[in-house]
Antibody, heavy 121, light 111 residues
Framework: QITLKESGPTLVKPTQTLTLTCAFS??????????VGWIRQPPGKALEWLAL???????RYSPSLKSRLTITKDTSKNQVVLTMTNVDPVDTATYYC?????????????WGQGTLVTVSS | DVVMTQTPLSLSVTPGQPASISCKSS???????????LYWYLQKPGQSPQVLIY???SRFSGVPDRFSGSGSGTDFTLKISRVEAEDVGVYYC????????FGQGTRLEIK
């Protein structure tokens, strides 16, 4: 059974760096085809994809946020970390991590519960 | 960037009646491998999104057969044959060919 859980600060000040961790189980990010993505959702708004990391350490970023995002993985700990620099109140959102297997159904098929991050001074 | 446009943005449906949501992509979602990378999600109130349909028309495991997807290229449709109370929430289409982009969402409520 695949599960994912996001963790990180609930409140961050503007201009600070946000670090979020996705802890997962039920699959290995060293297995061919596996990937983990980050998606966010501002309160009352639509979903926005942020970043994705593959089993082979290939990475993809949203073009609009690429300069501020870094995604990394720790295969031994079954964790993926997303860092976002220079946060602003518009970055206030629920942040989700999700599993994707490009050799299977290819969608984000399993999602974490999400973690709400508020950016405010 | 690929833009995903959903219509309508809201639906009010009587239980037992059908519902349909359209999703149009600004670029073709057909890959050279023959797959079309278009997905449908439902986000129920207070929950994380859950996948309903992957690659245009394949129902994800456990999804009731009243949900169906169709389309090709840039035009796609999600249909619910008979809406039930548990179908309330926001429906999103998502493309996965040109990185990833979600539609604006379609809110479905029960009359």
């Amino acid at each position: 059974q695949i599960t994912l859980k996001e963790s990180g600060p609930t409140l961050v000040k503007p201009t600070q760096t946000l670090t979020l961790t996705c802890a997962f189980s039920g699959f290995s990010l060293s297995t061919s085809g596996m990937s983990v993505g980050w998606i966010r959702q501002p309160p009352g708004k639509a979903l926005e994809w942020l970043a994705l990391i593959y089993w082979n350490d290939d990475k993809r970023y949203s073009p609009s946020l690429k300069s501020r995002l870094t995604i990394t993985k720790d295969t031994s700990k079954n964790q993926v970390v997303l860092t976002m620099t220079n946060v602003d109140p518009v970055d206030t959102a629920t942040y989700y991590c999700a599993h994707r297997n490009i050799l299977s159904v290819t969608c984000f098929d399993y999602w974490g519960q999400g973690t709400l991050v508020t950016v405010s001074s | 960037d690929v833009v995903m446009t959903q219509t309508p943005l809201s639906l009010s449906v009587t239980p037992g009646q059908p519902a349909s949501i359209s999703c149009k992509s600004s670029q073709s979602l057909l890959h050279s491998d023959g797959r079309t990378y278009l997905y449908w999600y439902l986000q129920k109130p207070g929950q994380s999104p859950q996948v309903l349909i992957y690659e245009v028309s394949s129902r994800f495991s456990g999804v009731p057969d009243r949900f169906s997807g169709s389309g090709s290229g840039t035009d796609f449709t999600l249909k619910i044959s008979r809406v039930e109370a548990e179908d309330v929430g926001v429906y999103y289409c998502m493309q996965g060919l040109h990185l990833f982009t979600f539609g604006q969402g379609t809110r479905l409520e029960i009359k």
